[in-house]
């Protein structure tokens, strides 16, 4: 894996500001140079709350660069929707995957592992892992 094919993030929350605003806190959190691609697809394509498997969709493809794409969720049926477009199989890129973690710390260390280089696996891994923060 090198830097010009980085693993792609996408962010699906039921809220597109939520998103959104996660998406810029990794972005900031990642700074430095330049970061991997990272796409949020929030809410539904009027502007309400749910998940859209459309703007699921144009997310991946905005942001894969043929190295795969970790897709983080934030709850219910965000999960439901990216795992049957992942049953289906032709709406995400072919190395798109589900990635269990949490929402907010899982997509800031997703996306520092993307951006330092990580293939899709130290992805996965590094964001799994930021279930293992303990707060107190």
Same mark, same amino acid.
Do not use: C
């Given at each position: 894996?090198?830097?010009?094919?980085?693993?792609?993030?996408? =962010? #699906?929350?039921?809220?597109?500001? $939520?998103? +959104?605003?996660? /998406?810029? @806190? &990794?972005? !900031?959190?990642?700074?430095?140079?330049?970061?991997?691609?990272?796409?949020?697809?929030?809410?539904?394509?009027?502007?309400?709350?749910?998940?859209?498997?459309?703007?699921?969709?144009?997310?991946?493809?905005?942001?894969?660069?043929?190295?795969?794409?970790?897709? =983080? #969720?934030?709850?219910?049926?965000? $999960?439901? +929707?990216?795992? /049957?477009? @992942? &049953?289906? !199989?032709?709406?995400?890129?072919?190395?798109?995957?589900?990635?269990?973690?949490?929402?907010?710390?899982?997509?800031?260390?997703?996306?520092?592992?993307?951006?330092?280089?990580?293939?899709?696996?130290?992805?996965?891994?590094?964001?799994?892992?930021?279930?293992?923060?303990?707060?107190?």
């Amino acid at each position: 894996m090198s830097i010009e094919a980085p693993v792609g993030i996408v =962010l #699906v929350s039921h809220s597109g500001p $939520v998103a +959104t605003a996660v /998406a810029a @806190l &990794a972005q !900031g959190l990642a700074g430095g140079g330049g970061t991997a691609p990272v796409a949020a697809a929030g809410g539904t394509p009027d502007g309400g709350l749910g998940t859209s498997s459309e703007l699921i969709a144009a997310a991946a493809a905005s942001v894969d660069r043929g190295a795969g794409v970790a897709i =983080l #969720v934030d709850l219910g049926s965000a $999960v439901l +929707t990216v795992k /049957a477009m @992942l &049953a289906e !199989g032709d709406e995400l890129p072919p190395e798109a995957r589900l990635v269990d973690a949490p929402f907010v710390e899982g997509a800031v260390a997703a996306l520092v592992t993307a951006s330092a280089g990580g293939d899709l696996d130290a992805v996965e891994a590094a964001a799994s892992e930021a279930y293992q923060y303990r707060k107190q």
